[in-house]
């Protein structure tokens, strides 16, 4: 009985030691299969890769990358970050604008490959629908937003704010989705469609969400273009200050205070605008989310709307 202890004991060390070193990473996003014989060397290729996504050299890396995988898996997410840079990176030579400068038909190519090698990953149909997006097929680029957002059965959660290591993360998540579609659908003029789907990014968004503002901002626009009424609009708002975490109050106070202060309203805007301040003071969470976003020192100019706002109503 104790030898047979022993050996359950020893295997789940055993297991855990293989889970802590060779689980899959995720450097973005980017995961590589554990079981690559060069993992080691994978890993350190697709970090490098990962952190600097414009860096000339990253296309060596990944072919490096690409030639020592063995499995589909990873295999899939090397093509999927070869098809990234691609996108994103312009010929060398003379054109009349940087859409003539790119090459689209290569990441296209890439990402058929990583979808051929792993059909239920998310964020391949949502680089697939970027692409058509550079060609400005807004109906194919909806259709495949369309499968991206399917793939991703749970809503959002909060990412990591830390950019630069989680990029493939904030950029391919469900409220991002949902935006991206908005915004194909605005340019087909499909405006009622690109507002439900703004208002699915809303719901599905992270606490963290680096465009949550952004899709405040385009849910209010679409709403005004449609004939929402400002208190219909507000009262959205208002809903959003009362259910919703801290720095989503944050976001929805300040678009309440900017559309307050546009209406004259200004002794409720300064109400808005100073409920946004008063919210670090109790949570710190959302300090801190301003230190790292870089939004923090945006405070002083908020105060000073706030005093040019006190000052035309003293005025009056």
């Not at 295997?11 to 030691?17: E, K, P, T």
């Amino acid at each position: 009985m104790k030898r047979l202890m022993l050996s359950l004991l020893l295997f789940v060390f055993f297991l855990l030691s293989f889970t802590q070193v060779y689980a899959a990473i995720d450097v973005g996003g980017i995961r590589i299969d554990p079981s690559e014989k060069e993992y080691a060397k994978i890993k350190q290729l697709v970090f490098e890769t990962r952190e600097y996504p414009n860096n000339e050299k990253n296309l060596e890396y990944l072919e490096q990358a690409l030639s020592l995988c063995k499995e589909n898996v990873s295999k899939a997410e090397v093509y999927f970050l070869i098809s990234e840079i691609k996108l994103y990176k312009p010929f060398k030579g003379e054109f009349k604008s940087y859409q003539d400068s790119l090459d689209l038909q290569t990441p296209m190519d890439c990402i058929d490959k990583a979808i051929s090698l792993n059909e239920n990953e998310a964020k391949y149909y949502g680089m697939k629908a970027r692409i058509y997006r550079k060609e400005n097929d807004f109906e194919n680029a909806i259709v495949f937003y369309d499968k991206a957002i399917k793939l991703i059965t749970e809503e959002a959660t909060d990412v990591n704010i830390n950019f630069y290591h989680n990029r493939a993360r904030y950029i391919y998540n469900k409220a991002q989705f949902y935006c991206d579609k908005a915004e194909c659908e605005i340019f087909i003029k499909k405006k009622k469609e690109a507002l439900e789907d703004i208002e699915n990014a809303i719901k599905c968004a992270g606490e963290f969400d680096f465009n949550y503002n952004y899709y405040l901002i385009k849910a209010v626009e679409l709403k005004e273009e449609l004939g929402v009424g400002v208190k219909n609009i507000l009262k959205d708002l208002d809903a959003i200050i009362k259910d919703g975490n801290g720095i989503k109050k944050y976001w929805a106070y300040l678009r309440k205070g900017v559309i307050l202060e546009e209406q004259k309203k200004y002794g409720q805007a300064i109400e808005a605008y100073k409920a946004a301040l008063d919210l670090d003071e109790n949570d710190s969470s959302i300090k801190e989310y301003k230190v790292k976003l870089g939004i923090h020192g945006q405070e002083n100019s908020l105060q000073n709307r706030i005093n040019s706002l006190e000052n035309k109503l003293n005025k009056k």
